[in-house]
């Protein structure tokens, strides 16, 4: 199951010298389910608990999204503060990703890391 993801959450915890106990009543949950979770013998948490418990330990919570969504085969995106037109591309992408080469995401990649860099810039 969530093995990769598991071992993550685990590092983190210990890096930052917080127990299970501690870490599980952050999150709402309790310490055989977060056991559990870090063993790999239970999926990766949810997107909102990955975010608080990254934010808790001080780490970028990418990493941790991205083993969560490939241990799932699926991830989340937070669309409530995007324009309808972006919504509509992340669909269109969504809808024909598994006709993609890696040659034509590896394209699409380096398209969006240019339009982000410009809008840095423009801030």
């Known amino acids: 199951m969530g093995r990769a993801f598991g071992a993550l ?3 983190w915890r210990r890096e930052a010298g917080k127990n299970l106990e501690e870490t599980a009543a ?12 870090e063993l790999g013998h239970r999926p990766p948490l949810r997107t909102d608990r990955i975010l608080a418990v990254a934010e808790y ?6 990493p941790a999204l991205a083993l969560a969504a490939e241990e799932r085969g699926a991830f989340e995106l937070d669309a409530s503060r995007v324009p309808p037109e972006a919504r509509e591309l992340g669909a269109a992408l969504m809808r024909g990703w598994d006709e ?11 398209a969006f890391a240019d339009i982000l860099k410009r809008k840095e810039k423009e801030k």
């Open 9 to 11: 959450l685990r590092s």
């Open 26 to 37: 952050l999150l709402g949950v309790k310490v055989p389910y977060l056991s559990q979770v």
């Open 57 to 62: 330990f001080g780490h970028d919570p990418r």
């Open 100 to 110: 993609l080469t890696a040659d034509d995401a590896a394209t699409l990649n380096r």
